[in-house]
């Protein structure tokens, strides 16, 4: 079995599709920011195709709180698989869009200057919700956070807000000149949002900087889809031995993407249309039909499927009570707050059945449950409170926050690590209401700092509450 590196490319003959383009020629444009799983999957793939006749947009990748990616792909020179699977079919693909990855803790020095490149002209990030350090209800620099409060007294510089400062303002200095800084994580209005917390921290450490901000860089929302399960130790046995290749760390994933852009780009852009993005004048309705149906479906699902006893996304759709009370749910609490015509949409969760039902990916409940406190808001709170405004139904959607208040209760019971970045003080909660379920309830929608304008509504808080008691006392998936 071969090695995947450079040095393969010249002479491999076996199942994969290589890069159709000389990797010689191509330089970086593109800094991305948490180069995870999701994103070789998904924006790496479309600046492979796009490097076929732009060969000017390679990505370095950077990692900001581990090295795995960096140790992973440095000896096969960035390379990577990606695998494609749906049931039977497995088909691969040798992706070269990545050029290197370093990663903050060995290399923050050459990633601060990557940021003051001028051929680096987009700075993309897939950090996760909880990476924009934003306050409970999701709008502002939360100043509270240790890491935050680090970085702005000069103790260290790791957020991902500190992080854009520090490398904006070297780009000023050096004279990088206009950028583009382009969130692709699952978060409502994710380019102002990037765009106002980098704002808040420099306002507060770096005050001049704000202004060149406002005239030199840009910050275009998007919206990204495609299922990425986490990669297992089968996987990469099937793969290597489908490819001939010895890949330390290939990625597995499904037939669908999609990648709409806000086309908002201060300092130039690739032809993203060729490679099959969406560039649009507003990503809302793209960004809201995902987040409500797809990100809210998945968050549900996660938590109640686990409850259950599931381990897997198609394992729990096979469940017949939980799988129509996503459909109702769906369909009559989540449809009528889109903007969007009814039989689209519905058209739409069809398609998400057929993926989520894709028992190839092996999608883990577990990787999707984890960071609640930060997914929540978005996928499940802002369509409740819009419906509540106009008394529309929420027992489904109600059922979801359930879940998750009484899967976070069952992590500590067992002695379970919660990965949250509000573990601590969910961990409080759950300890000072010692068993009691409608205690705990009581407790999080009081002091959680998630549910502002929602705790004191009757009809919410008691539906949560018995969705939590007939959940934690296995009472399984109450109809809708």
């Given amino acids: 079995m071969s090695p995947l590196n450079n040095r393969t490319l010249t002479s491999y003959t076996g199942a994969a599709q290589m890069p159709q383009y000389n990797r010689a020629d191509v330089t970086a444009g593109i800094l991305h920011l948490g180069i995870g799983a999701f994103h070789r999957a998904h924006q790496a793939v479309y600046i492979d195709d796009i490097l076929r006749s732009a060969p000017g947009w390679g990505i370095l990748g950077a990692s900001l709180r581990r090295a795995d990616t960096r140790i992973a792909l440095e000896p096969q020179d960035g390379l990577y698989t990606l695998a494609v699977r749906d049931g039977d079919m497995l088909q691969t693909r040798v992706i070269g869009s990545v050029l290197r990855v370093l990663d903050w803790a060995q290399n923050a020095q050459a990633i601060l200057a990557a940021f003051a490149d001028p051929n680096i002209r987009i700075i993309s990030l897939t950090v996760t919700e909880k990476g924009y350090c934003r306050t409970p209800s999701g709008g502002d620099l939360d100043t509270t956070l240790p890491v935050i409060r680090d970085d702005l007294s000069g103790r260290g510089l790791r957020s991902v807000p500190g992080i854009l400062v520090a490398g904006l303002e070297r780009r000023r200095r050096e004279g990088g000149g206009p950028v583009t800084v382009l969130s692709c994580d699952n978060l409502p209005d994710n380019g102002p949002t990037t765009g106002r917390v980098v704002r808040q921290f420099a306002q507060i450490s770096n005050p001049d900087l704000v202004a060149w901000i406002d005239e030199n860089v840009s910050f275009p929302a998007s919206m990204v889809d495609r299922i990425t399960p986490a990669t297992t130790p089968a996987d990469i046995d099937v793969i290597n031995d489908v490819t001939g290749l010895t890949d330390t760390w290939p990625i597995t994933t499904e037939p669908f993407s999609q990648w709409v852009i806000e086309d908002n780009f201060a300092a130039g852009r690739p032809q993203f249309e060729a490679a099959g993005v969406q560039m649009v004048s507003d990503v809302r309705p793209f960004e809201m039909m995902k987040l409500r149906i797809l990100n ?114 069952r992590r500590r019971t067992r002695g379970l690590t919660l990965v949250d970045p509000m573990a601590d003080q969910l961990t409080a909660l759950i300890d000072q209401a010692n068993g009691n379920t409608t205690d705990l309830v009581h407790l999080i929608l009081k002091d959680s700092g998630l549910f502002e304008g929602l705790s004191p509504v009757d009809k919410f808080s008691r539906q949560v509450t018995d969705h939590a008691i007939r959940l934690s006392t296995g009472g399984g998936v109450a109809p809708v």
């Fill in 296 to 409: 809210g479906a998945h968050s549900t699902l996660a938590y109640a499927g686990s409850l259950i006893g599931y381990e897997f996304v198609a394992e729990a759709m096979d469940d017949p009570a939980l799988s129509a009370l996503l459909t109702q749910t769906v369909m009559n609490e989540v449809i009528p707050t889109l903007g969007l015509p009814a039989e689209e949409l519905a058209a739409y969760w069809d398609t998400l059945l057929a993926r989520f039902a894709n028992k190839s990916l092996h999608h883990r409940l577990d990787q999707i449950a984890q960071d609640g406190s930060q997914k929540l808001p978005q996928r499940l709170l802002a369509p409740i409170r819009e419906n509540l405004s106009v008394d529309r139904p929420v027992t489904g959607l109600t059922f979801g926050v359930a879940a998750w208040i009484v899967w976070i209760q």
